[in-house]
């Protein structure tokens, strides 16, 4: 079982930064993808950013350009670095993880967050 502990959220003014944090624990996978979704309930769940184990990254369009993905392996942890922040990014920030045990493709494994509030506005 893995657990996923977000932290970082709070209020910010437009224009602002923020970096959310998620802490992986337990049995983790040599082979994932950490991934940051965002949900608001007039918005759509939506992928904001992820990061796999070999260090690559995908972005959503919305963000590419303001928001940094990266992660510190040694703690299990990843980051959400988000700058120049609007008020449509407001949201329930959830992290979700997915492993696999094999090198067959797919990831047969996965686990969310308990998400993490970012509010935007003046």
């Known amino acids: 079982q893995v657990q996923l502990a977000e932290s970082g959220g709070g209020l910010v003014q437009p224009g602002g930064s923020l970096r959310l944090s998620c802490v992986a624990s337990?049995?983790?996978?040599?082979?994932?993808?950490m991934n940051w979704y965002r949900q608001s309930p007039e918005k759509q769940r939506e992928l904001v950013a992820s990061i796999t184990s070999g260090g690559d990254t995908n972005y959503g369009e919305f963000v590419k350009g303001r928001f940094t993905i990266s992660r510190d392996r040694a703690k299990n942890t990843a980051y959400l670095q988000m700058n120049s922040l609007k008020s449509e990014d407001t949201a329930g920030y959830y992290c979700?993880?997915?492993?696999?045990?094999?090198?067959?493709?797919?990831?047969?494994?996965?686990?969310w967050g308990q998400g993490t509030q970012v509010t935007v506005s003046s």
């Open positions: 337990g049995n983790l996978f040599s082979i994932y993808v």
């Open positions: 979700h993880y997915q492993g696999s045990r094999s090198d067959l493709g797919g990831y047969e494994y996965e686990y």
